[in-house]
């Protein structure tokens, strides 16, 4: 299977909520779950500072992610594709098999290379779509980012536990003594 960049950032965001400092484990073993190899995720080649690289731009990524406007969410992507100044190319290196890369090197730094290839992963699903096919969920005490699994009617949850947590809110509300 191939890497699945928009989930991955989806899961990198909500292992960094707003306020949050997720620790360089906790972002290595989220990126860990997408295929990233362990030798990769080392103290070593995966240092506190790259962690804060990667939480800046889990940060900017954010404000696409939480857009509920599909203009300011493109707005914001066609940014982030062109501070990334480069062409998509396929790569295989370090033993990974050929997948897409946007940044700018395989060299590239831990942020400049999540930017890169979150921007391009949403803006081909809002492409296809047409709309937002990720968002934030609605119910009051969740902040929880999901990504929209099929074009069908639009998603306004993160969980079925939080749709029926906030239906049973409602209904309790309007049906009071």
Sequence with gaps: ????????????????????????ADLAAVLARHGERAEDLSADTFSDADAAELRAAIREL????????????????????????????????DGHPW??????????????????SSALALARLLSERGALAWGECAADTCSRLYLADNPGTPRRFCSPTCATRTRVATYR?????
Excluded: Y
Aim: glycine share 6%; proline share 8%.
């Design 99 to 116: 997948h897409l890369h946007v940044d700018r090197a395989d060299d590239a730094g831990w942020g400049d290379w999540l930017r890169a």
């Design 62 to 93: 954010r404000d696409v992610l939480t857009a509920s406007d599909t203009d300011r969410a493109a707005e914001r992507l066609n940014a982030l594709l062109a501070h990334s100044g480069a062409r998509p190319r396929l790569s295989r290196h």
């Design 173 to 177: 509300r309007t049906h009071r003594p």
């Design 1 to 24: 299977a191939g890497f699945a960049p928009a989930r991955r950032i989806l899961d990198l965001a909500n292992a960094a909520p707003p306020g949050s400092e997720p620790s360089r």
